[in-house]
């Protein structure tokens, strides 16, 4: 869900990727391994907007609520 407060989910992923979060500072505020079909906590993100970047190229907008 965008906007969403706990979690998102990286949708079309075959194999796990390693990803980083940025928020609108340019700030990498999270790392880690995005796993099919499994979500990604952001619980502990400040509310905000933030990029989600995948080690394959994709990059995706999220608002944390």
């Known amino acids: 869900p965008n906007p969403t407060q706990s979690f998102i989910q990286i949708h079309n992923l075959e194999q796990p990727q390693y990803y980083s979060i940025i928020n609108m500072n340019g700030q990498v505020v999270q790392t ?11 619980e502990n993100l400040v ?6 970047c995948m080690k394959n190229g994709s990059v995706g907008k999220f608002i944390k609520d």
């Open 47 to 52: 509310n905000g907007n933030y990029i989600i």
């Open 32 to 42: 880690g391994i995005a796993q099919p079909n499994e979500r990604i906590l952001i």
